[in-house]
């Protein structure tokens, strides 16, 4: 895998289908059909309307935070002729393997900015947000998986699935905002940072929190909080 931080984590036909998404919703905002929970906390339909597409863009981008390095096994094989028979023999050997650790800019800093600034908007749901948070990091880890060479990825509707969930079930007034900030911290916690720790056995050269295999829950999570306010 590249060590570019700039590449698109989607394949061509998951970024039609979210384009397409996006297109509605911001459609939708412009007209005042959604967004109304967000207008409560000062976001005019056209400021919601850029976060989400600044979010969708900034999938593209990744900032490199740190390094993280392991020694994996490998197997190498080398072939051995004897009197005209050929052997194979496997060689066991160690390699040093470095992964960049980086921090997707549409998928983790932008939502995360954003559901900071809501929260602090709106501080009578903290308490509900919290709960909800933990309630769908919990479920979003259990369903997160590593898939080596690529990183860590979690299906991408059960987070944003479950916050609508569970923001309907709390007792907030506000169920759009703890919809997007559960689905959002709540995936970002669940799947990338509760499994930091297995990144290093992916033998991926980039592993992006927020980026490929966890933004499509963190972005449909800010669709559906728009359709819920």
Request: charged fraction near 10%; hydrophobic fraction near 60%; include cysteine.
């Amino acid at each position: 895998m590249s060590e570019r931080t700039l590449y698109c984590p989607h394949s061509y036909a998951i970024f039609a289908v979210l384009f397409l998404i996006l297109i509605l919703i911001v459609g939708l905002l412009f007209v005042g059909v959604a967004g109304l929970a967000f207008r409560r906390v000062g976001f005019s339909s056209q400021l919601t309307a850029l976060i989400l597409v600044a979010t969708f863009m900034g999938s593209y981008i990744n900032i490199p935070l740190f390094k993280l390095k392991a020694v994996i096994p490998i197997v190498r094989e080398e072939y051995i002729s004897f009197f005209g028979i050929v052997f194979r023999v496997p060689q066991f050997d160690f390699e040093e393997f470095t992964t960049i650790v980086a921090l997707n800019v549409g998928g983790a800093l932008i939502p995360t900015v954003t559901s900071i600034y809501l929260l602090w908007r709106l501080p009578s749901v903290l308490p509900y947000a919290i709960v909800g948070i933990l309630m769908v990091a919990t479920v979003t880890h259990i369903v997160a998986r590593p898939v080596k060479g690529l990183g860590i990825v979690a299906p991408a509707f059960i987070p944003p699935l479950a916050a609508a969930f569970i923001a309907y079930l709390l007792p907030s007034g506000a169920p759009a905002i703890i919809a997007y900030t559960s689905g959002v911290l709540g995936t970002l916690i669940g799947a990338d940072l509760a499994n930091l720790h297995n990144i290093p056995k992916l033998g991926a050269r980039i592993a992006s929190i927020g980026g490929a295999g966890t933004f499509d829950g963190v972005f449909l999570s800010g669709i559906i909080a728009a359709i819920l306010a």
